[in-house]
């Protein structure tokens, strides 16, 4: 129990440190009344994904209430190419702001610049952009810092002992690169952790399974995975039961999907990493708001991390973490 009330403190450190950004003043030129009618595009990273329905939940709840409506298109997968058009066709419709989590933090500079270019006052949400001067708020989790307290987990549930792989969900998307840096960074300080290496699994949950049935032959020894997001960690779960593993080897996964709570209920997940999606979408729509209105307007918001073991799972607070499938 000691030990997963350190794992909270450190998720809580997250919030912390990351909660820190500047305040700037933005020019708006609308009034409150002017907005009431109009539109915010929302465009998450992909669509049927809980931690982005969790989102959608609080963005439309902010936006109501100030009286905006919400438009949301999301590709059918994690996929620049499949976003960008999503991203040009919702400009034509000339919205109010743009709420999107880019796929990929250079993909979507050029029709994000456009967008811009045509008056689209844009906040990024979850993932960013390598030039994030386009959008007027970042919101997300710092992936890094959670990245961190993964490595720190996983450390702690194999006794500080013993190889340990991570599957990234995407390269080039900002949270799978941040998340990964971080757990790397933070596996030195464990001398004892043999790291054997990131793979990618596009995520594709079954390509997570394949990866963890091909490392465990690779290195049957293999105490620990590290999945850097929902469909990674659903998919590493699946090839450990597949392979018979389960239990033998730890795994902790970034999100809190109904699946991975299931996964973690069976014991074959013994750590999530849950993010704040709904405060995401609220933090987002308050600053794009405040942008069009000349409000204060934070550049960088930063939400915390929590890691949900089963000693935490049936407290209240870690309940209201956990991701939805629809709004209530
Ligand atoms: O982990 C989240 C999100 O932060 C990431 O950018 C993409 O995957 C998720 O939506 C979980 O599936």
Redesign the pocket.
Known sequence: MKKYRALIAAGTLVVALSACSAGGQQPGNTSADGLKGKTISFIP?VSG?S??ISMECGVRSEAEKHGLKVDMQAPQQ?DPSLQTPIVNAAVAKAPAAMLI?PTDANALVSPLTQAKADGVTIGLV??TLANDSLAVTSVSTDNEAGGAAAADALAKLIGDKGKVLVIA?KAG?S?SDARQKGFEEQIKKHPDVQYVGAQINDNDPAKAASIVSATLAAHPDLKGIFAT???AAEGAATGLRNAGAQGKVQIVG??AGPVQVQQLRQGTVQALIA?KPAEIGVQAVKNVVASLTGGTVEKNVGTDTVTVTMDNITTPEIEGMLYKTKCS
Do not use: L, R
């Open positions: 990273g994904d931690f982005y994690f989590a979850d993932t969900f998307a949270t997001n929902q469909f970034f999100d993010q």
